[in-house]
């Protein structure tokens, strides 16, 4: 619904497809965004607190900053699949 | 596509390579496919010269293997899956290494193609690790896996109508999907990058004394994303054998 509100948009301010694309990925990257900000500065708080269990925190942060980007890579592809 | 007035190649151009020889047959042999040889050739050369000796004090090569296999087990294997694990570190160890040297090959000058940018290599990367871990799990519980796979412990019955379809499509089928497209989009992604910088640069130095100077902004950035693009390369190889090692884990834990 709202893909189509936004091509009546974009057809009528003469945006282009590949416009809308860009647009929409820089829309689709600010979840991911906050999402790893928040993820690494609390990591860093848990190392700063418990050096000892650094590794094991790094480890698990870059897990969870493998799935939160898939996000973003997800809008990534989505971009060139509908700017093409 | 065109980025501030100068022509822009087209994502096609970045990614296809003419093929040396065999174009347009099934046995094309381009950049690409020379990229795979080179990262096989470097791992199998690493281990068969490393192995070779079996030092008890390690020297030279040698001490590049073991720490290769150190930082597998160590800090994939022994994290994600423990001590039954173990005996998946050799698996680990090559996919690693060779996804790391493909990555790699994104910055060396001359080749500069990420091979993993094509998704073909990603994808077969993937489903094998896809066949790898699903084996694993019908190898440890049996038919029981299935149960293993789609139904989580500790979830009420009435509840199970809307977990085990979540289940299904989150483990068989976004799973292999998002381990393909992760490790083939951050390489893709850095790659344009370096292209993009690097054809900025190319525009404005030599146009002039004011372009020229201006192109020095566009400079430093392919210096600086071309440093970068080393740590993705090692961190998305890294980050695709952690995943491999998880799915792995998640395929033979016995729940207590």
């Known amino acids: 619904m709202s893909a189509i509100v936004l091509a009546q948009a974009a057809a009528e301010s003469g945006l282009t497809n590949k ?66 | 596509m065109s980025l501030l007035a100068t022509e822009f190649p087209p994502l096609g151009h970045i990614v296809n390579w003419p093929g040396f020889f065999g174009d347009g047959t099934a046995y094309e042999f381009n950049k690409v496919v020379l990229v ?22 390690p020297t030279g090569l040698q001490n590049i293997g073991e720490m290769a296999v150190d930082f597998i087990e160590d800090g994939i294997v022994m994290d994600t899956m423990g001590e039954p694990g173990k005996k998946y570190a050799p ?15 994104g910055i060396i000058p001359v080749i500069q193609m990420p091979a993993s940018a094509r998704i ?3 994808l077969f990367l993937a489903l094998l690790a896809y066949v790898i871990y699903h084996g694993a799990g019908f190898k440890e519980h049996g038919l029981g896996y299935i149960k293993h796979a789609l139904v989580p412990p500790g979830v009420p019955v009435a509840l199970l109508v809307l977990v085990v379809p979540i289940e299904f499509i989150s483990k068989f089928l976004v799973q292999p999907f998002s381990h393909t497209v992760r490790l ?12 993009t910088f690097g054809v900025l640069t190319g525009a404005l130095m030599g146009t002039g004394i004011l ?11 392919l210096v600086f994303f071309t440093a970068f693009e080393v740590l993705v390369a090692f961190l998305q190889a890294y980050v695709f054998t952690l995943l491999t090692g998880v799915y792995i884990n998640a395929a033979i834990s016995h729940e207590h």
Do not use: D
């Open chain 2, 211 to 221: 372009a020229s100077v201006v192109g020095l902004l566009p400079f430093f950035a």
């Open chain 2, 120 to 122: 073909a290599l990603p």
């Open chain 2, 36 to 57: 795979y040889l080179l990262a096989l050739l470097m791992v199998v050369i690493i281990f068969g010269l490393a192995g070779r000796k079996k030092a008890l004090v």
């Open chain 2, 91 to 105: 698996f680990l160890m090559s996919l690693f290494l060779f996804v790391w040297f493909t990555n790699i090959f």
């Open chain 2, 184 to 195: 083939f989009a951050n390489m893709l992604a850095g790659h344009i990058l370096l292209v």
């Open chain 1, 19 to 84: 416009g809308v694309a860009a647009l929409t990925y820089g829309l689709g990257a600010i979840g991911p965004g906050i999402g790893i900000g928040y993820l690494v500065g609390q990591s860093v708080q848990a190392m700063a607190r418990q050096p000892e269990s650094a590794g094991m925190v790094r480890t698990t942060m870059f897990l969870g900053i493998a799935f939160v980007e898939a996000l973003a890579l997800i809008g990534f592809v989505v971009f060139f699949l509908a700017g093409a």
